[in-house]
């Protein structure tokens, strides 16, 4: 093994003397210097300081949703979903859920007609209800009505006597087969993605159908 002594006499001899002239490249007509010497022939440079730790990246906050004030928050109140979203029935789970969670559902048991209509629809099909539109005030159907010329003006949501409502892996059309064959129901609209039903009086007996 290479001694400690060996070393640093190589280095020694390696190194030009302070005192002594730079040697010159003939060849090329230009001088050598300590800088030109090849490291592996340069000893190691010291340590200065201790190592530094790195610090770990600072974690972000995380964002907080903005609160709600005012006429804002006066709306949300109204539109607030019912607890009787959550009841369970007769130990078969929820009569009905909310698409949304801003539907409001807390009157639709004081229509008998449409309330026993609903029940009879989860009982049949053995799934709640996603109600996507339950009661309307006047002027939010005033609203959607500027939106849409599907909405009327008269609306039986604002009677509290209609849902719009969907059943998960049932289609449009079944939920509205089945719906027509009660009694309790009056009208029937089919939409894309929503059944209608309301307890309006039958003309003649049938159901009015859109």
């Known amino acids: ?17 302070p005192d002594a002239p730079e040697p010159q490249d003939f060849q090329h007509g230009r001088s050598t210097n300590r800088a030109e010497i090849p ?4 000893p190691p440079l010291p340590v200065v300081g201790p190592l530094i730790a790195m ?10 949703r903005e ?7 006066a709306v949300l109140a109204a539109y607030a979903p019912s607890r009787s979203a959550g009841k369970v029935w007769k130990g ?29 629809i989860r009982e049949h099909f053995g799934k709640p209800l996603e109600i996507e539109s339950g009661y309307r005030s006047p002027a939010y159907n005033a609203a ?22 969907r059943i998960r892996g049932v289609s449009i059309k079944a ?3 089945y719906a027509a064959t009660l009694k309790e129901v009056g009208g029937i609209g089919t939409y894309r993605t929503w059944v209608h039903i309301d307890s ?8 009015t159908f859109w």
């Open 1 to 17: 093994m290479t001694s400690v002594c060996e070393i640093m006499f190589a280095i020694v001899c390696v190194l030009p003397r």
């Open 39 to 42: 490291a592996m022939f340069l």
């Open 55 to 64: 610090k770990p990246a600072r974690k972000q906050p995380e964002r907080r």
């Open 67 to 73: 609160s709600v004030s005012g006429e804002g928050l």
């Open 92 to 120: 078969q789970g929820k009569l009905f859920t909310l698409s949304d969670g801003n539907e409001k559902t807390g009157c639709l048991h004081k229509d008998k007609r449409l309330y026993s209509a609903m029940k009879k």
């Open 144 to 165: 959607l009505r500027k939106r849409s010329k599907k909405v009327a003006k008269n609306s039986y949501h604002i009677r509290c006597a209609a849902i719009d409502f």
């Open 175 to 177: 939920t509205a087969r």
């Open 200 to 207: 309006r009086d039958r003309k003649n007996g049938r159901v």
